[in-house]
């Protein structure tokens, strides 16, 4: 199960900071994604982390951080210089499976709920 928190509503400017609870998934061997889908548009990656690495859409790299808490079960996407076209629904993602695209949405299995972001 995937648990997303920490959306709402902010400045152009400001900063948001996502959390996923990944209950039940420890370790490292998983893949861990951020998506975002504004309706009518396509769900796009964001960020991903997978055995250690970090993966970024172009249009996030620099602003948006991804990572794990010690214990592997939770991903954090720190969201600054929040920009207007950031407005999208984030959704956390998780795979056990290999992974080659970590930002492809196909490369996933199991979806969070979702949370709203708004910067305005």
């Known amino acids: 199960q995937l648990v997303e928190s920490g959306g709402g509503s902010e400045q152009a400017g400001g900063s948001l900071r996502l959390s996923c609870v990944a209950s039940?998934?420890?370790?490292?061997?998983?893949?861990l994604g951020w998506f975002r889908q504004v309706p009518g548009s396509e769900c796009e990656g964001v960020a991903a982390?997978?055995?250690?690495?970090?993966y970024y859409a172009d249009s996030v790299t620099g602003r948006f951080p991804i990572s794990q808490d010690g214990a592997k079960n939770t991903v954090f996407l720190q969201m600054n210089s929040l920009k207007p076209e950031d407005t999208a629904m984030y959704y956390c993602?998780?795979?056990?499976?290999?992974?080659?695209?970590?930002?492809?949405?196909?490369?996933?299995?199991?979806w969070g709920q979702g949370t709203q972001v708004t910067v305005s």
């Open positions: 039940g998934w420890t370790g490292s061997r998983y893949c």
């Open positions: 993602a998780a795979t056990n499976n290999a992974v080659l695209f970590p930002l492809r949405r196909s490369q996933y299995n199991y």
């Open positions: 982390i997978y055995k250690g690495r970090t």
